[in-house]
């Protein structure tokens, strides 16, 4: 590491074009391929870029110019995607989460180390102004002890906008495991690790209607939970408080609220990279909340900053969307289920060090590689 990583992306689906948006500005990383299953899918992104090609998956794998692959696949596919590339000798940076289990994710982490290649995973939204700036106030001392938060995430279902939402309503989607990445990850970030976990969980309907697109009015099966709320006990004795909801109308929660002996923070959504931080301290609590100004992470971020992060990050140290952290998120995850089945606490018997903060950076460059 420490150089411009030569990338090739596996998956070209929706999210594709968010990552596109973001990887010809940063000067560490450089597009060279795309490949899909479906390779029509492929031929559209490569024409939309100078100088990528459209591979088969395979072409992809066995191609020397490529060093890493940028897994945008489905969830289920996101660990043999992983093995056969850290079998192929590349690094692997991929979306959230790093498997659909952590049996699978402990599998790619071991391959990993033993072929001596980095894995990296989303979501990076951490590493941008607004997690870092609350991050920075935590860690400044402004709220004093942290003592609680809360994390709120409620939609009536993305089966309303998603073309093709199956996989968000069977074993390894539903709410926590499809957003629950950004606002665990976030939660680590900002408190450090979790130790146990207490949930409960429910789902409304049997089946879902998709809204749009050319399936308009299909019902898709529910086969897992759409509505988890639980509690994490961090090993700092913080304790959060998650909802997660596929079920639920609207809020008026903040995503994220932080308490601590002094003040309290009120976060952004940690599936963004900007956004305000507020504060309301003990000693001003007639004043109410205060804008802090922004004063850390990196500015302008986008998805594919964790990847220019692991790009920039020397061999001996640890980059921070790095795979030991999304594998103790999964298993937050995956622990936080496995309560709500058995209606008891679970201990989390994996950790992770807090990532490594991120001071007030631009890593961007102007964009010049679109194709017009």
Known sequence: MGEPLNVGIIGCGAIVAQYLKTLPSLPSVNLRAVADLDFSRAEAVAASQDGVRALTVDELLADPGIDTVLNLTIPAAHAEVATRAIAAGKHVYGEKPLAANTSQARKVLALADEAGVRVGCAPDTVLGTGIQTARHAIDSGMIGRPISATATMVTPGHERWHPNPDF?????????????????????????????????????????????????????????????????????????????????????????????????????????????????????????????????GYIGAGRGYGLADMALTPASEQHRANGQLAYHVLDVMESLLRSAADGSSVPVLSTAERPAAVALTSLSEPVSSLAT
């Open 168 to 296: 968000y309503y069977v074993p390894g989607g539903g709410p926590l495991l499809d957003m629950g990445p950004y606002y665990v990850t976030a939660l680590v970030t900002l408190l450090g690790p979790v130790t146990s976990v207490i949930g409960a969980a429910s789902h409304t309907r049997k089946e879902r209607t998709i809204g749009g697109g050319p399936r308009a009015g299909e019902t898709i099966p529910v086969s897992i939970d759409t509505h988890v709320t639980g509690v994490l006990v961090h090993e700092s004795g913080a304790l959060s408080t998650l909802v997660m909801s596929f079920d639920a109308v609207q809020t008026r929660s903040s995503n994220i609220e932080i308490h601590g002996e002094q003040a309290s923070l009120t976060v952004p959504d940690p599936n963004y990279f900007d956004g305000e931080v507020s504060i309301c301290t003990l000693a001003n609590r007639e004043i109410g909340w205060e804008t802090i100004p922004t004063s850390a």
